[in-house]
């Protein structure tokens, strides 16, 4: 799981969590599938998982990071998104404490 951290890390550049997701319009997309985009998002509550349900229900793949929910929220976040990602038919991997990754089936993670 090391790698994963250290892409993330060195190549996506830090900055202060924005409650919103927007998607560049030039994205390349192949069979209505994002090939080339991952978007990373730590949201603050359960409302705006919404957003990451929509990336993924449009084919991206989303880095999403748990550390801003509070721990009484946490199970309730958790099994919600757990809900949602399998009526789309995604998955979900856990790659550390509070952080996972979430791909439309078509996606396949390999591990280094």
């Not at 994205?27 to 994002?34: E, F, Q, V």
């Amino acid at each position: 799981m090391g790698l994963i951290k250290t892409i993330v890390n060195n190549f996506v550049k830090q900055k202060e969590i924005e409650s919103e997701v927007s998607v560049d319009e030039n994205i390349k997309k192949y069979d209505g599938i994002n090939m080339s985009s991952l978007v990373v998002y730590a949201p603050k509550n359960l409302i705006e998982l919404n957003k990451v349900i929509d990336c993924v229900a449009g084919g991206q793949s989303v880095i999403i990071n748990f550390a801003s929910i509070k721990k009484a929220e946490y199970q309730t976040v958790v099994d919600y998104l757990s809900g949602a990602l399998y009526a789309i038919k995604a998955k979900i991997s856990r790659l550390e404490n509070q952080l996972y990754v979430i791909m439309p089936k078509s996606v396949k993670l390999a591990t280094l």
